[in-house]
């Protein structure tokens, strides 16, 4: 089979390195259009993210695994000795790692969403740039079937996994529409920021932002169409929010009931707190006010554990459907791989059918030439008909190329340095 992969991701390789392999839009078409023009290759997808970066190749041979490392490292920019590390699968398993990879299944969090969206994006640029085959084609095009597939049968993807989309799976139960109310971001650090990053995904628009740094607080506000207000909050901003983020690393409490409580019972609708600090950056006794709820860092963890938890029972039926539409892609191949000699053969036979009827053409009336024409085509086409379909039924159910290879012999005409090309592949089709 024409495919093989070479790659490192967040289970083989630590961050900086992964950082290293990342390969800016900008460098890509530069990177894929050298690939091409090696002579062994006939294709090459790059996809590269945060947590991956992966080298999909169509080769006329496979490569010798240390002359693939070689050209990974390469393309990538990488040390030596960071290619000795990457994982290399070929071809019903290079398949399979990619159907795996679209399915979120091969994801650092289990029925990743962004991830399929990064194969379909890889894919089109590297076909955009004609850098495909039509084996690449092929398996890009069924590998991101496959993963809606499994996003539609399974629920591989339902659930928060991570403490601050469990948070924001809170406020969105409490209020359905995020977009019609306020928000309040304490902090301006990571976790914070993915908060931020859920909170826009789920329609959120009026934000004001809370942090320590200035700077750092006018930029997330920037990102998120917000607003700045004092570190700490006031009173009047939690009386102007509906949903309040807090992650901050302050040792002590930076809302509390004390400093910020005093207006609360003046409030006509409720009030969330999503405290994502160790140690809590929320006065516990918020709760006792009336609609006011506090959750904190606990209280998600174990709404996680029990998604990973479902995830992974789903991540079982997502296996089978991958194993599936592999053995589909696989068998595809094989009725595929004998195309050079089957287009051999029917350029030959029509050659043939062409010339004898030029040849007879005397024996004939000239206004028979057109029926003469569409007989001879009938009885061609019935005859192509049979032989290919014994072709294609040994090579894909007995994993036989004896008829292919006999077929090319015997039609190969004078052209024997492409009869010898053909050979070639059909052997080496064989031998993998």
């Keep these: 089979m024409k495919l093989e992969m070479i790659g490192l991701n967040h289970r083989t390789a630590v961050l900086s390195t992964r950082e290293r392999a990342a390969i800016a839009p900008d460098a890509l078409?530069?990177?894929?259009?050298?690939?091409?023009?090696?002579?062994?290759?006939?294709?090459?997808?790059?996809?590269?993210?945060?947590?991956?970066?992966?080298?999909?190749?169509?080769?006329t041979f496979h490569f010798d695994e240390a002359e693939l490392r070689a050209l990974y490292v390469e393309a990538f920019g990488l040390d030596p000795d960071d290619g000795n590390v990457a994982y290399v699968h070929r071809d019903a398993n290079a398949a399979q790692h990619l159907f795996r990879v679209a399915s979120g299944l091969d994801s650092q969090m289990l029925g990743e969403i962004q991830i399929l969206a990064q194969v379909k994006n890889a894919y089109s640029s590297a076909l955009e740039l004609a850098t495909t085959s039509a084996t690449l084609n092929?398996?890009?095009?069924?590998?991101?079937?496959c993963g809606k597939q499994v996003r539609t049968r399974t629920a591989i993807s339902q659930g928060a996994v991570s403490v601050a989309y469990a948070a924001i799976e809170v406020a969105q139960r409490l209020y359905r529409k995020l977009e019609e109310h306020n928000i309040l971001l304490v902090g301006a650090g990571e976790t914070t920021q993915?908060?931020?990053k859920y909170l826009a995904d789920a329609g959120a628009l009026n934000l004001r932002v809370s942090n320590r740094t200035t700077e750092r607080a006018e930029s997330l506000a920037q990102q998120m169409n917000g607003s700045v207000t004092s570190f700490p909050p006031t009173a009047d901003d939690l009386m102007w929010a509906d949903i309040v983020v807090s992650a901050t690393s302050s040792p002590t409490p930076v809302l509390s009931v004390n400093e910020q409580g005093g207006k609360l019972k003046q409030r006509k609708r409720p009030l969330l707190f999503?405290?994502?600090?160790?140690?809590?950056?929320?006065?516990?006794?918020?709760?006792?006010?009336d609609d006011v709820y506090v959750y904190t860092v606990d209280d998600f963890q174990e709404l996680v554990a029990v998604n990973i938890k479902a995830r992974q029972k789903e991540a079982v039926r997502a296996e089978e459907i991958v194993e599936k539409e592999v053995e589909i892609f696989v068998e595809w191949y094989r009725n595929n791989r004998i195309a050079p000699s089957l287009q051999q053969l029917q350029?030959?036979?029509?050659?043939?059918?062409?010339?004898?009827?030029?040849?007879?053409?005397?024996?004939?009336?000239?206004?028979?030439?057109?029926?003469?024409?569409?007989?001879?085509?009938?009885?061609?086409?019935?005859?192509?008909?049979?032989?290919?379909?014994?072709?294609?039924?040994?090579?894909?159910?007995?994993?036989?190329?004896?008829?292919?290879?006999?077929?090319?012999?015997?039609?190969?005409?004078?052209?024997?340095?492409?009869?010898e090309q053909i050979l070639e592949q059909l052997n080496h089709e064989l031998s993998h």
């Design 29 to 59: 078409p530069d990177i894929l259009e050298r690939l091409v023009r090696h002579p062994n290759i006939e294709g090459a997808v790059i996809l590269s993210t945060c947590n991956r970066a992966e080298l999909y190749l169509s080769p």
């Design 138 to 145: 092929k398996v890009f095009t069924h590998a991101i079937m």
């Design 194 to 196: 993915l908060a931020a």
């Design 274 to 289: 999503l405290d994502l600090a160790v140690p809590r950056d929320v006065d516990p006794a918020f709760a006792e006010f």
């Design 347 to 419: 350029a030959a036979l029509e050659s043939i059918r062409s010339a004898e009827v030029e040849n007879q053409a005397h024996h004939f009336r000239p206004e028979d030439r057109e029926e003469i024409e569409k007989f001879s085509r009938s009885m061609m086409k019935k005859v192509t008909s049979m032989i290919v379909a014994n072709m294609r039924r040994a090579a894909a159910d007995g994993n036989d190329l004896t008829l292919a290879r006999a077929i090319a012999v015997a039609f190969a005409g004078k052209d024997r340095a492409t009869t």
